[in-house]
């Protein structure tokens, strides 16, 4: 369980994380894109680092030192997400190249065998296409069909309307548990309790939701939940499939490859068993050493000071945003987390991107990837600043201050 | 005049403001003989760019409708002025020179009909923006070639 | 292309490698584990860490500076991968998470749409598992047929046999450039001929080709090509599909995600451009930016370099083997690269391999992940030692020297 | 003698090094009444082992087959010699003390039946190998347990 929560400067964490030191275009770097690829401590860097430098191998097949010390390092980085998501097995966490591979290991092994035409897959309208393509993919091979929960003009999901589309014909529901484009916090314990009176498996797309938030998969009640290492300051390329052990076992693998078979022969093969069944061929080791490294560092801060600290910072963004003349927000929801979208005068948000990265201010632009989200609205794109707890007060004053030399710019 | 305002101004000139706030020829071409999409998956530019070519093989009149950044807009306006009169065959040499001109290329040097596009110069030290001031003419390029897919800028 | 071919002391190599700078059991390091995961030189490692110090950012979508220079890097690595196997294009390179991921992109996209009962898959008998089980999946779910060529005693794909068995029902054909458990060299030449007689497309598994051989699959002729980033001294989690842009064009997306597609909506979704329509999510970045430095490493060097030494030592490697008494060599292709097999007296291999490693000896044990191979044979195991270009004569005599304390102790 | 050699005969014992050339009870058990298969996929060893357990609830003889690392070759004939003639709850006890030990529990005291499995602390240092000298106690587990799927030692 995280420490107990308390007020730090962010300057503290934020010396931690090399890349964050440094100018861009004359300018010290303010970094808030971090809901596209959040920045690495130090301590991930190195411990990366010093994997490859001491003890490289190959995992789970090697006798001599090295592999067993990379074995050690692997599984053990296992133990970590076990713990830090609090899965009741280690056997149900099953480490991927990202949430966009665990989706889609959902999709088609636990969906693909099973979708007859009729079946559902229930969404919502403000998921990141990760969360729609390979549903779009599994209902066109299956005849199933996709069905999508509307939001609001908040961009809350509108939950009464989404309880009813819980019908006994629904397969699986797929929902984020923080929209990555507008930064809403999705009712998950509503959907949840309705979805297993039903026995309607749920998957939550946790991308967004691990960084920022204090999660238990067994407190969430959920039976998947995927989310990617390089947005909670890990490396790229890694990622877990968070599933319950009934589930996962009731599975057919995905891919094919050494590691994940017991045994093979040209008439017969036996495959290994969780999570291993999942994880064909070489793993991604020096990346889940470092997502480990991540973990450790996360760990010891805890998460319910960062989800705190960033809550009061994500408020007073907010505030300061709406006090700059001309500006549109994007995604007003109750509840919210880091993301927050919008759009000022008339500036097409790519405009917008250009000039604050001028001035040292990195946002993201365009579609975010959700861009049946961006329809909804209307849009072809918003700006988007999203806040680590890295991030601070001056971040948000650089912010806004550059949106006024845009308004100057296109006066 | 801050030096991140002064290098800005040199992105957005006044001529790019203006043709990105007043494009030229916008609206779609009735009777168009060619026609073309162009797409900047990157950033959600979006333009359909119309031609009609007339027997002589001289582009009698040209417009584009869609929606995009400043300098994608601009850009696209700027092209309707440019090409409108030219025959095909020069309108296909101007994709070529436009293109390098704005990859960094000193050496191509601009028609007198292309003259204004100098003020797309800024984009040079934008890679990002490279792809939105060259759209309008991927997507010329295409209309001219017949193509059935959407240009795009990758 | 290559630098001229010339003489070097490994050493010098050598010391480019930190992990190979290390006593293991008090002995200085002997790493004979190649073929499994290979060592990285310093050139590799700070790659990624300054990447992550100093450039890091999601690619593809971004317009401000980190974005910017995080797509320079990753974009600039598939070029290097183009010109390193010289495609034609580098919509031909699709970046992958292994050779495993690249295989099973294959099967389950080109393959699994088009196969019916009655059609074959044809492969050898000494594949790795990656080059198997993917098939196996596939036939499973469509009915067709896994077909296997012999291989001779010595470890030789029987290559009259295979071409026999190259029939119109062959759907496709997938065999091993460099068998990973017997170093042999298969004959690729005369394979690709027949099939492309036929017009049957050609998978060449590369995993063991091109961290040994100067890999060029335009004059290979081969359809697609695949291979692993931590085989060829780069990180895990990255790999290469090389495939004709024709067949890549003609496949459906595998998996669903951001960066695949150009453009969403509920109703219909356009696929991306080659090759990004098969690169589902935010992918590897460090750890490709880590390739493309493997790659400018190996290219300093020359493969033709690394080629012609590596073929003498493992020559020499043969040599000295088979004047330990009560050794069995396993794989005695005429052509070999990097690995050689083997039994001594009736040690099992598991206790060759820990004994070895006390001596600091670092060797693989057990079915290399090549099962049907090791049945072909009538074993459950061999020792493998592989070398790469940073072994040396030194290392080999160390192997055998350890072997001949595994027989004191045995004796 | 070498440091290495030492070391190594601390984990070859001439005791394992006889056990695993001469396995005892080695081969399959006629009328046996409990049977499980055991898998170390990542070395390959592979074993039966069979028992016989009378109404009373003892094992009246217990016999394996297969092949594997002269570790799990020895473990496996040790534990025939160690638990023939036990009763099956007793037996059952043996798999957790036995596994106990081998993980380096010195608190794990061994009954006089599992004296000779002293051989086997060498393991300890070799992590990887201790899963060799466990697995033919987890087969007797799972063949306790009537369990249908093999034991693995993952
Ligand atoms: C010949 C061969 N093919 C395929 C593979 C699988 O590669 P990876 O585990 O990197 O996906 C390997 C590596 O073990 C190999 O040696
Ligand atoms: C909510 C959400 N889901 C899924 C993804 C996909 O993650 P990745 O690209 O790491 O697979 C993202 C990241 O872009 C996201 O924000």
Redesign the pocket.
Known sequence: MGAPVRTIAAADWRADFPALNQSVHGQPLVYLDS??SAQQPGAVIDAVARYQREDHANVHRGVHTLSQRATEAYEGARDKVREFINAGSRTEVVLTS????AINLVAQSFCRPRLAPGDKILITHLE?H??IVPWQLVCEQTGAELVVAPINDKGEVELDRMLELIDDKVFLIGI?H???ALGTVCPLDEVIEQARQRGIPVLV?G??GVPHLDVDVQALGCDFYAF?G??MFGPTGT?VLYGREELLESMPPWQGGGDMILEVSFEKTIYNELPYKFEAGTPNISGVVGLGAAIDYLQAIGMANIASYEQELHDYMVAELQKVEGIRLIGEARHKASAQSFLLDDIHSHDLGTILDHQGVAIRTGHH?AMPLMQRFGLSGTARASLAFYNNRDDVDRLVAALGKAKEIFA | MTATARDMQDLYRELVLDHSRNPRHFGRLEDATHTADGINPLCGDKLRLYLRVDDAGNIESSSFEGSGCAISVASASLLTDAVTGLPVEQARRCCATVAERLAGDESAELASNLEKLRALDGVRQYPSRIKCATLAWHALRSALNHDAVPATTE
Not at chain 1, 98 to 101: F, L
């Open positions: 809901a596209a990202g949430t966009t591979e990141h990760a969360n984020a923080v929209a990555n797309d991308a967004q990617s390089h947005k990622g990837c």
